[in-house]
């Protein structure tokens, strides 16, 4: 298994460009998470899903949205982005199996995003 | 609102020293406690994990954690560090369903061990 995988690695955006940060799980979890993490902050929730075609807003929402089309994608859009979106950008999933899960959570190798 | 509390922001040790990291959560239900590390440029791996039972969580790599109800603490402890360990340290808890049990972190602590 591949487990958590992100796409890309690497970005660089100028300020008012848009993008998609893909995330991808190949455990058949039910959870996925878009977090981001920024120097002294620790890791803040953007965006969340607790199943196929359902999201919900996490912690730090704003300048961003998200899709659950299938499954295993989570996708994180900026629409128009902004210096302070510069961070890095992990994305996470977790197994649901009943109200007592243990919703422990794998990580991806994170996104680094820039924006100048 | 739940919060996490890691009391030190950056530690550094030497070799062969032990290691406590503090950490304080703000949650007066049945919570889930996690210890995660990451590694210089790499993601977040699980060090350990408590739901219930023994209070004395073992996880790898030499590391163990103590739940303390009444303190509200999940410390992380190792008796002795190596320069491997050199890393972030992030503590967190489960959010409640709401917020699809997705997890609350510390603001982490960052750790440098020296020969």
């Known amino acids: 298994n591949a487990g958590v995988t992100q796409t890309p690695k690497f970005r660089v955006l100028k300020t008012g460009q848009s993008m998609t940060l893909l995330c991808a799980q190949d455990?058949?979890?039910?959870?996925m998470y878009w977090y981001r993490q920024d120097p002294g902050m620790g890791l803040r929730l953007i965006h969340y899903s607790v199943g196929e075609g359902t999201t919900a807003k996490g912690e730090v929402p704003d300048g961003y949205n998200v899709s659950r089309l299938k499954k295993q994608n989570f996708l994180l859009g900026l629409e128009s982005a902004a210096p302070s979106q510069t961070s890095v950008y992990f994305c996470?999933?977790?197994?649901?199996?009943?109200?007592?899960?243990?919703?422990?959570?794998?990580f991806g190798p994170g996104t680094r995003l820039t924006v100048t | 609102a739940q919060s996490v509390s890691q009391h030190n922001h950056h530690v550094i040790l030497s070799e062969a020293a032990s290691l406590e990291l503090g950490c304080n959560y703000s949650y007066g239900g049945t919570v889930n406690l996690f210890w995660y590390v990451q590694y210089p440029g790499q993601h977040l791996q699980l060090l350990l994990k408590y739901f219930s039972g023994d209070p004395l969580v073992k996880g790898i790599k030499g590391f163990e954690a103590e739940f303390i109800k009444s303190k509200f603490s999940f410390n992380l402890r190792k008796p002795s560090v190596q320069w491997s360990d050199t890393a972030e340290y992030f503590c967190a808890v489960n959010a409640p369903v709401n917020s699809g049990y997705a997890l609350n972190f510390g603001k982490g602590t960052s750790l440098l061990v020296t020969p």
């Open positions: 996470a999933s977790s197994l649901f199996t009943g109200p007592i899960s243990i919703y422990e959570q794998y």
């Open positions: 455990m058949n979890h039910e959870y």
